[in-house]
């Protein structure tokens, strides 16, 4: 079955520290994809980076990093240098399942930053 | 070019009664994804639609349906709605045969059932 799991239900992080945002998955499939959501209070979800079951490199994109260890099928997000903006709820989700086409979600952690 | 729209905003409903949802996709996605989210929890997998037909449904009763137009619109249907059906109720779409599996979401529905 396919399962995500965020263990980490509330974060608080310093403003311009990093913080890590922890997040374990579980599937059979050899193709999957793995991605990371923001959705601040308003509810919009916000695509924030993607990394494949097959990509070698580590994803970034601008403060964003995704630290993928497909070994402890763990998918972490870092995020560098903390902003008041990046206070919100952040989501796990993988692409697996049902010819790929299938999206789980996990329970989400909610950061705070700290002025 | 235009995002995932999803109307109405807010919706207010009594118990019993029946709610409609409706979700325009980007153009040119022909997958539209539909989830739940109840407060302070994760979303939750309702259905997803692709070229016009049901090809999953999550865990949940019937009374949850919906369909896809021919221009990948999509419309959800709650029918004798309960108290534990306030939810924010999410739209997504995608194209599956373009390589990106990037779901671009609505700004969502908030149902709230009295």
């Known amino acids: 079955a396919q399962k995500i799991t965020q263990t980490q239900p509330g974060m608080f992080v310093q403003e311009k520290e990093a913080v890590t945002l922890d997040c374990t998955y579980d599937?059979?499939?050899?193709?999957?994809?793995l991605f990371w959501y923001k959705q601040p209070s308003s509810g919009e979800m916000i695509f924030l980076i993607y990394?494949?079951?097959?990509?070698?490199q580590n994803a970034t994109e601008g403060r964003y990093s995704l630290n993928f260890q497909k070994a402890r099928k763990s998918a972490n997000l870092v995020i560098s240098a903390s902003q008041l903006g990046d206070s919100a709820m952040y989501f796990c989700?993988?692409?697996?399942?049902?010819?790929?086409?299938?999206?789980?979600f996990g329970t989400g952690t909610s950061l705070t930053v700290i002025p | 070019e235009a995002g995932v729209t999803q109307s109405p905003t807010h919706l207010i409903k009594t118990r019993g009664q029946q709610a409609t949802l409706r979700c325009s996709p980007i153009?040119?996605?022909?997958?539209v994804y539909w989830y739940q989210q109840a407060l302070g929890l994760g979303l939750q997998f309702l259905l997803w639609?692709?070229?016009?037909?049901?090809?999953n449904r999550g865990n949940f009763p019937p009374r949850f349906s919906g369909r896809q137009f021919p221009n990948y619109s999509s419309e959800l249907n709650v029918n004798a709605l309960e108290l534990e059906d306030s939810a924010l109720y999410l739209c997504?779409?995608?194209?599956?045969?373009?390589?990106?599996?990037?779901?671009?979401f609505g700004p969502g529905t908030r149902l709230t059932v009295t």
């Open positions: 989700a993988m692409r697996g399942g049902n010819g790929g086409n299938q999206f789980y």
């Open positions: 599937t059979s499939d050899q193709s999957y994809g």
């Open positions: 990394q494949g079951s097959y990509d070698e």
């Open positions: 153009s040119g996605h022909t997958s």
């Open positions: 639609y692709d070229e016009g037909e049901e090809r």
């Open positions: 997504a779409s995608i194209l599956l045969t373009s390589g990106s599996y990037e779901q671009y």
